[in-house]
């Protein structure tokens, strides 16, 4: 007898911007919207073990979207996107998640993402909190500065081939992760088109900018939660940490022993740490 898994997967038709984007994402379980955005240059296969977790999913209706020109989302039609560069920009990326949020008719869904999604949670939570109750960050600081060197001279340059960013991806990840859960992690990295992910590095080490903001982010309106891992040197956790002690209200929490993809290179020791700010949520929106 077959067995086949809980999750869903469709299509559904942005307008953004005046083009239309196909955007594919995967959905299981019910309760509070909790919606997941991916790491740059991956897609949102990495959350397939909370899409897969019933725990979760009895409480939560989880939603991994593949931004566009990530996974099955393709680039929109309508635009000779071969003609010019791939760049991820802020404006794009929080009028993105605006808008699929309001097409598929969620009631202030709780956000959740990594590392670029990370830096996401805290600028939506500045800049649209009324469309979102809580914004859950991983891998997420004020600002990744140093990065613009290696965005234009390393993973532009080219010499270097698609083999490269899987194996720096290894890097990020904790020895104490299990080994098979690693390698699918980097596994996607390998998949994504060549220009993807320099681009989506535009916004992660070059746009996103929170130092003089932080501040203003309200909580009593949109609950900040900051995690980090502390194998990872990227968003590294002195910096997440300054991002929460920015933030009145928010929350920091050190995942001990983990790295930069929590979620999907040991989802097993992630979600202990994800379920207490999950209940926080559950009970904060019951107030």
Same mark, same amino acid.
């Given at each position: 007898m077959a067995r086949y898994s809980d999750i869903t997967g469709r299509y559904v038709y942005l307008d953004l911007d005046g083009l239309e984007y196909r955007v594919y994402f995967e959905e299981a379980g019910q309760g509070i919207p909790l919606?997941?955005?991916?790491?740059?240059?991956?897609?949102?296969?990495?959350?397939?073990?909370?899409?897969?977790?019933?725990?979760?999913?009895?409480?939560?209706?989880?939603?991994?979207?593949?931004?566009?020109?990530?996974?099955?989302?393709?680039?929109?039609?309508?635009?000779?996107?071969?003609?010019?560069?791939?760049?991820?920009?802020?404006?794009?990326?929080?009028?993105?998640?605006?808008?699929?949020?309001?097409? /598929?008719?969620? =009631?202030?869904?709780?956000? @959740?993402?990594? %590392?670029?999604?990370?830096?996401? #949670?805290?600028?939506?939570?500045?800049?649209?909190?009324?469309?979102?109750?809580?914004?859950?960050?991983?891998?997420?600081?004020?600002?990744?500065?140093?990065?613009?060197?290696?965005?234009?001279?390393?993973?532009?340059?080219?010499? /270097?081939?698609? =083999?490269?960013?899987?194996? @720096?991806?290894? %890097?990020?990840?904790?020895?104490? #992760?299990?080994?098979?859960?690693?390698?699918?992690?980097v596994w996607t990295y390998s998949q994504g088109a060549p220009p993807v992910f320099s681009g989506d590095l535009w916004y992660y080490a070059l746009e996103h900018d929170l130092r003089e903001a932080a501040g203003g982010i309200d909580t009593a309106k949109c609950m900040l939660y900051v995690l980090s891992g502390d194998y990872d040197w990227s968003a590294y956790p002195e910096a997440c940490r300054a991002l929460a002690e920015a933030v009145p209200g928010a929350s920091y929490t050190l995942m001990e022993g983990m790295g930069h993809f929590p979620m999907s290179e040991d989802p097993v020791q992630f979600k202990k740490y994800l379920l207490p700010v999950l209940a926080d949520i559950e009970q904060r929106s019951d107030v």
């Open positions: 919606v997941c955005q991916h790491t740059a240059g991956s897609d949102g296969r990495q959350y397939r073990h909370l899409l897969e977790d019933p725990e979760i999913t009895a409480r939560f209706r989880v939603i991994a979207a593949d931004l566009p020109y990530h996974g099955k989302s393709l680039p929109p039609d309508g635009k000779r996107y071969w003609e010019e560069e791939y760049k991820l920009t802020q404006a794009f990326f929080m009028n993105y998640w605006v808008r699929l949020v309001e097409t /598929l008719g969620l =009631d202030r869904p709780v956000y @959740m993402g990594c %590392s670029m999604g990370g830096h996401l #949670a805290a600028d939506l939570a500045l800049n649209h909190a009324d469309s979102f109750r809580a914004c859950i960050g991983l891998e997420a600081s004020m600002w990744s500065g140093g990065f613009d060197r290696l965005w234009q001279q390393w993973w532009r340059h080219p010499r /270097l081939s698609n =083999d490269a960013k899987p194996a @720096m991806m290894l %890097s990020l990840c904790s020895p104490n #992760a299990p080994e098979a859960r690693v390698r699918e992690t």
